[in-house]
């Protein structure tokens, strides 16, 4: 996973190898630190269509550049006010608001521009790639999915758990599924396998987000814990109960490993990287 | 102007249309009021190339979305802080300034969706559309100028004609010459005639911006007027006096003017945009 982020995060300096300033800085900054989950599912998704990293990597950067605008963006005080992301302070803490705002719309920029430039992919596959990418990251996907945690911790009864489940889709599984799927996509092959791996794991990761907030170590999650639950804000834990949330994502990590029978031992790294999903500590 | 501007709402609104909620609501708002002066550019630089305004439809759609989250994010207390935009509130006053990022974050995502999904163009045009967009908006263009701006803003020195023209060129500019070569970076013909229009013409249009700021009636412009002045910021106006400023502006016009000669009578609606651009009251 490591090596799929440093890929990532390759592409998006070469794209900003020229570019002096704070935002720039900032740019770095927010995509420097992150697990690369999601350029890593890119990358093997990508590798089970027969695509090699050299052609995915901006396709790579691109996803991670979206994840870490959204960060960014998401971060700000009048959104969930986070001081700390990743063990570091968030950027309108180490800098101020309007540079997180500018480095926010400039990484979510720098994510077309990287699968527009691609040299290693035809017109076509990047015209699919990006209008996906427009759709599971916008109002229709993750914004319409931040709109909706706004709207919940505004009104007074806390979410149903159908509720926090469309808002999870929306606000964290639509690219993650996009991730997983980027790969059959650009061979306009099936996509359903790996849909199903990602719906399934995507949630999956925001239930162990959920438990993390409960029982992390904020030395290894890089946030303070308990900070949902302080906020008096519904949270799978809150609906299911501990026991029941962490059931609920050992299923959900069944669910997306069954989806990838069609990939024989090609996909063992997927499998593992679902179970690591519900197992990690940050 | 009018129609363009409509063509291009029309685009937004049908990839809004099964959309609820108050960001897609804000994001309709802030698309509402424009003059379409982008759109309209886009217009007439594709039909001078053979475009028709159905195939450019969603590229005019585009370039309005683009502009539109620009100004969304300008206006929020971290940065301008402004109240009114064409002479109605601003989207974080009238929400609130959660509404306002995502709004605007949802406006620059839909720019690119409307473009990789327009029907009447192939994928090579969508990606040299789509990756000279990024290249003019993101962190090289217009995010540079606006950061430009808030260093400008920050330091004891206000900035010479010469910073400030190259503030301008990234953060107006750029969308401006962007728009008015979609044409012929569509049919990959000769971008020069209508670049060195566009350059010209964008700063043009600013140095008159500058002097409505001085001149303008507020009723007219939606804006107070001497706001840029009572913040002690350099201007087109500071830096040459309003005669200077007004004589620098007419002989840009010419300059736009003198580079449609190859194009005849067809460019006499661009002629009569560059006179209306520091002829206007708003």
New interface residues.
Partial sequence: MADAGAMARRAIGIA?AD?D????EA?RYSTAGGKGFRAFLVSEGARLHGISNDAIAPVAGAIEAIHA?SLV?DD?P??DDDDMRRGQLTVHRKW????A??A???L???A??L???ADDL???Q??DL??S???A????GM??G??MD??AEKRAEPMSIDEITKLQAGKTGALITWSATAGPVLMSSDIAPLKTYGDALGLAFQIADDVLDIEGDPSATGKAVGKDEGRGKATFVSLLGLDGAKRRATELVDTAIDALHSYDENADLLRELARFAVERDR
């Fill in positions: 900003l570019i300033g704070e935002v720039a740019m605008y963006h700000l009048c959104m101020d608001e309007a540079i705002v500018l926010g719309d400039g979510q920029t720098i077309y521009q699968i527009a430039d035809i017109a076509d990047k015209t990006i209008g990418l427009a759709r990251s916008g109002i229709h914004v319409g931040q709109e706004i709207v």
